[in-house]
């Protein structure tokens, strides 16, 4: 599963027209294919990567990284067990460096890593056991996270690169039920769902707000030589989409055919009121991934939609 972080340059102003980007992402394609080369000969083995580096403007890139999830039973076949690999280990700016590294020359408190804002599904059975509070923006409601204002830094606070990754093994587990968890793979990842699907929809909103930006462009005969600046954006915007698209395609399948899964759950034999939850919130996480990669779609149409009016402008 990809899991991106929001990077904000809050040193770089804000841009009403076009921003032609071809160069700055050409410079990126560029440090990622020697930070990788870094990273084959430097890493260590608590080291954090990156694998995707993606320029949206001059003020917000993201950087992306994966989470790997691994189900096999034991030898006995009794029990099963899961593996998670994250591609956090220590602090990202104490790894190897990358185009999101800071430089000399740039206060801390100006590049800024927006943190994920996680729902809380308060329509579970049993909501004191469950992630997250009712109030907090959910990717079933119409609520957005404001991540426009970066966090007051003092002047002297040395750079720290947040990925929302690294996030993810501290107190995971702590709201749900153990003894469903340990008996229902799938209600055991429930919260890394949760914080995946969250990390996704705060990208789309991003997403949607370039589009719109570029969008915003048609008609306007003050700027229509920078009509192709803003389709070469609405092709790379919509590149991202299709490999989003694909990874939230393969999580909703699984959550779709969940009962055809040789995995350990719980049935409504053994007890019925924590089958309930298991369903319930297996349920609601299918109902976030289908919504993830309808969006997608969505988004994609948006900018074949552009890509068309700004060639025919």
């Known amino acids: 599963m990809k899991l991106p972080t929001i990077f904000t340059k809050t040193v770089v102003p804000l841009s009403h027209e076009p921003g032609d980007l ?3 992402r050409r410079q990126g ?6 930070y990788f080369l870094s990273l084959r000969r430097k890493a260590g083995v608590s080291d954090s ?4 580096w993606i320029i949206l403007s001059k003020r917000t890139c993201v950087l992306e990284q994966t989470v790997t ?8 076949s009794a029990s099963c067990r899961a593996v998670v690999w994250l591609d956090a280990g220590k602090e990202l700016a104490d790894s190897i460096e990358g185009p999101w590294s800071h430089t000399p020359e740039t206060n801390a408190w100006k590049t800024f890593f927006h943190p994920v804002i996680v729902p809380q599904a308060t329509d579970l059975p049993n909501t ?3 992630l997250f509070k009712a109030e907090s923006f959910s990717s079933r409601s119409s609520k957005r996270p404001n991540t426009s204002s970066p966090a007051l830094i003092v002047e002297s606070a040395s750079w720290k690169a947040g990925q929302n990754i690294s996030h993810l093994p501290f107190k995971y587990g702590a709201h749900l039920n153990r003894e469903l968890a340990s008996r229902d793979v799938l209600y055991a990842l429930s919260e890394l769902l949760h914080f995946v699907a969250a990390a996704e929809i705060q990208f789309f909103n991003v997403l ?3 589009i719109d930006k570029e969008l915003s462009f048609v008609g306007a005969p003050e700027i229509g030589e920078s009509h192709s600046v803003s389709l070469l954006n609405l092709r790379y915007i919509k590149m991202q989409l299709s490999s989003h698209s694909q990874s939230l395609a393969e999580v909703a399948n699984l959550l779709r055919n969940r009962t055809s899964l040789d995995w350990p759950r719980m049935t409504k034999d053994e007890d019925q009121s924590l089958a309930d939850i298991a369903e319930k919130t297996a349920a609601l996480q299918l109902t976030d991934f ?3 990669l309808q969006r997608t779609l ?3 149409h948006e900018c074949e939609q552009g890509m068309t009016t700004l060639a025919d402008s």
């Open 208 to 210: 949607q707000k370039c």
């Open 298 to 300: 969505t988004l994609a």
């Open 22 to 24: 071809e160069t700055a």
């Open 29 to 34: 394609s560029n440090a990622m294919a020697r």
């Open 49 to 52: 990567m990156v694998r995707k």
């Open 290 to 292: 289908e919504y993830l």
């Open 128 to 130: 004191s056991q469950t």
């Open 69 to 76: 999830v691994e189900i096999g039973r034991s030898r006995d």
